[in-house]
């Protein structure tokens, strides 16, 4: 599986990828926003691009299947709930769900709602695992849950699916807010050692380069997996007075996506 970061260098802040079989040359698309630089880096690549995947329907992960499909030919696949917000879609997905490009790589669908009710994830059956996470987890953050999504849903996707996950699976999000997640980790943990080593290695980075975490990484600098942390909880506590002596994780977490949604 050879997989290609896109940096739009758009006001989102979008990441696009290219995931390709290196046998056949046939390549997925993820969210291709920026049509015109993903079919630029597949003809460099020497890619055809097949299929185009929308993690999820909102507008910045779908913006360019009309252009992309239309160049390209390439079948769309979505959620299979998301039909009548992505009417072009060709194939609907479910938990379990296989996506196979060319003839080496295999992507397990996983149903992951928060973000939107109606959101995917891709994991590869690689060595190495990577996780293709829209806009679910971010580098050191989680998704909100302003439009069409739920918090205690997103709360279940982590708790659920993605802390499960083994440590050396590689994080692919869509978009790059990192430097502004890590700051809001700090709010919160400000003796997060590695949080802080991890801003000053980002700060001001190109994002075009920017580095791919693991999971094992994020576990240690994004404040929504760390929720039986006494830091987290004790500083919690001053924004919420009301919090419980010991709080259960998934209090910790509705409260920490309360608090970013106006930090």
Known sequence: MIVKQIWTANAGRNFNYLIACPETGEALAVDPLDHEKCLHAAKSAG?????????????????GNGPMAQKTGAKILAHKNAG??????????????????????????????????????????????????????????????????????????FSGQLCKLPDNTQIYPGHDYIENNLRFTLSREPDNKEARAMLE??????SAKAFVST?????????????????????????????????????????????????
């Open 84 to 157: 009548a917000r992505i009417p072009e879609m060709s194939r609907g997905l479910g938990a379990g769900d296989v996506v196979k490009v060319g003839k080496t790589v295999e992507l397990e669908v996983l149903d992951t709602p928060g973000h939107t009710m109606t959101h995917v994830c891709l994991l590869s059956h690689t060595d190495q695992p990577a996780l293709f996470c829209g806009d679910t987890l971010f580098n050191a953050g989680a998704g909100n849950c302003h439009n069409g999504g739920h918090p205690a849903e997103l709360y279940q996707t």
């Open 47 to 63: 890619w055809n691009i097949t299929q185009i995947l929308n993690t999820h329907e909102h507008r910045d992960h779908t913006g």
């Open 201 to 206: 290695r980002v700060k001001g980075q190109d």
């Open 215 to 263: 999971l094992g990484v994020e576990r240690e600098i994004n404040t929504f997996f760390r929720l039986s942390s006494p830091g987290v909880i004790a500083r919690l506590r001053e924004a919420f007075p009301d919090l419980p002596e010991k709080p259960d994780q998934r209090t910790v977490f509705l409260k920490l996506r309360e608090l970013r949604n106006s930090w």
